[in-house]
């Protein structure tokens, strides 16, 4: 379809409202906006972080996956305990793609599950006990890990359990890290708070520790990579030019990482983020404590990877600004030929988004590259500071939705009539059912990397394989579909 005008839009989200009753029209009105470049704080057009309304069918996800599935969890060296009932620690591992490089269950624990498998005896009398067996059962078989994080479900908030004074008493007895985490699910309003306590618990617990030790010989051009969790291998993507260009990574937080890594970040001369949402505030601590400057950078398509690249370099000396030119020229040839191949088959391709974390904004350039136009987007647990960033990235008068429900997110993708869905799995088998293209842009629809220059040919590739797969044409949504007569229903049935 064409772009649609700011009338347009509006009329759209006011006849999508429409089935509300008028109270829960009125709160999700708030959150859905027809976007304005001219404006520099989102907040004169869209609320965001803001309870989901009961009885709608939001996206989000809880406080305990956003510290356990996403910043705590990818550590690759610790093991981190889901404390409460099993489901919560099945469903949180290995579902992110997190690569790491090392031996499971021998130094590296990212895809092992961990629980104390909470049953209703232990809601009855308290599972401190069981935690501290379960703390040193983990040392007899697993004696190579460098920690333990105990990440608590919601059970564990509304009991009581002790678990500072089980974990302070479990790390003088096995002499390693035991890092409490209050992440109960019930926290907040999204899993946006698990990110911000869980980068408390890494202040609290973890930086400092190497403070007034000498022993690591620094650089001028020591970094740390934060917020990149290696989703198919990105961080490693994106490591490579950072390292290219003349850097030292110090620490890759936490994709890939290690505890290690983490106590020698305070050492470094500039934090390099890249997922702002879940990590901004441990580099706002390190900037108050220890003077880090921090800078964000975008590593999707060769547009913001240039851009970012310059704006890094422009951080430090001449070697390294002439670092960042010689790699952009160095994979010029290279994404030059990917644009080459796959833009005339996605040249004027619509595109609907909606993910948590950077996805949202960052991958706008990496459409636009191959020709293609993002006409709305939005955050499943973005504060305003996100949509900050993306009202300039979005074209004027383009779809804004914060928090979308099932029924908007549906009925917005049937009027607007996008070519590709990004979005994630709890929407992905609608969109298909729909005969509507969907990539899964949460863990990259099981593909990846697509960060750096080698990721951009696979982010084009898998691009213009979901689009121009000829299955779409083949595809009617059941509920399309013509009805059977009885006699057919009862068989399908078993009744005949």
């Known amino acids: ?132 067996k379960l703390i040193g059962e983990i040392e007899t078989l697993f004696p190579l890990n460098k920690g333990i994080t105990v990440q608590s479900e919601c059970p564990i908030g ?44 890494i202040r609290d617990w973890v930086l400092g520790k190497r403070d007034g030790d000498d022993s690591f010989e620094t650089t001028p051009y020591d970094v740390a990579v934060i917020g990149d969790y290696n989703i198919g291998g990105d961080a490693w993507s994106s490591r490579t030019l950072l390292e290219e260009m003349g850097l030292r990574v110090v620490a890759q937080w936490s994709g890939d990482g290690t505890l290690s890594e983490m106590e020698l970040t305070p050492k470094v001369k500039l934090n390099l983020v890249h997922c702002y949402r879940s990590i901004n505030y441990i580099t706002r601590h390190m900037e108050e404590k220890y003077g880090i400057p921090w800078i964000e950078y975008n590593f999707f398509g060769p547009t913001k990877i240039a851009e970012s690249l310059r704006t890094i370099a422009a951080q430090f000396d001449d070697k390294i600004k002439e670092g960042a030119e010689r790699v952009i020229e160095r994979y010029k040839a290279d994404y030059e030929a990917v644009i080459a191949k796959y833009r005339p088959r996605l040249e004027g391709k619509k595109v609907m988004l909606f993910v948590g974390g950077l996805r949202p904004r960052h991958t706008i350039g990496a459409y ?87 990721g951009f040919a696979i982010f084009a590739r898998d691009m213009d394989m979901t689009l121009n797969n000829p299955c779409w044409k083949q595809i009617q949504a059941p509920w399309k579909k013509p009805a059977a007569n009885a006699e057919d229903a009862q068989r399908a049935a078993g009744g005949l």
Not at 7 to 13: C, D, F, P, Q, Y
Not at 27 to 39: E, F, I, T, W, Y
Not at 83 to 93: A, N
Not at 166 to 187: H, L, Q
């Open 368 to 454: 636009e590259d191959l020709g293609m136009e993002v006409i709305g987007t939005g955050y499943e647990f973005g504060h305003n500071d996100d949509y900050d960033r993306t009202l300039k990235e979005m074209g004027n008068a383009t779809l804004l939705y914060d928090d979308v429900t099932s029924y908007e997110f549906e009925e917005f993708v049937k009027k607007m009539k996008p070519d590709l869905i990004g979005s994630g799995i709890k929407e992905k088998y609608v969109f298909q059912k729909m005969g509507i293209p969907f990539r899964q842009m949460h863990s990259w629809d099981y593909s990846g990397p697509y960060h750096g220059y080698d």
């Open 158 to 201: 509304l009991i009581g359990d002790d678990i500072e004074a089980v974990s302070k008493k479990a790390a003088k007895e096995i002499g390693k890290d035991v890092v409490p985490i209050r992440c109960e699910g019930f926290r907040g309003v999204s899993q946006s708070l698990g990110h911000h306590i869980a980068n408390d618990s």
């Open 1 to 132: 379809m064409a772009a649609m005008t700011r009338e347009e839009t509006e009329a759209l989200i006011q006849e999508v409202l429409e089935i509300y009753p008028e109270k829960a029209k009125k709160d999700r009105a708030k959150h859905l906006a027809v976007n304005d470049q001219g404006l520099e704080k989102s907040s004169k057009c869209i609320t965001s972080n803001r309870k989901s309304l009961p009885g709608v069918m939001t996206i989000r996800g809880c406080a305990y996956a956003g510290s356990r599935g996403v910043v705590w969890g990818p550590v690759k060296d610790m093991i981190h305990i889901s404390h409460g009932p099993v489901g919560c620690g099945q469903y949180s591992r290995a579902g992110r793609r997190n690569y790491y490089i090392g031996t499971t269950g021998i130094n590296t624990f990212v895809t092992m599950d961990f629980t104390s498998d909470f049953q209703e005896k232990d809601i009855v009398f308290g599972g401190d006990k069981k935690l501290a």
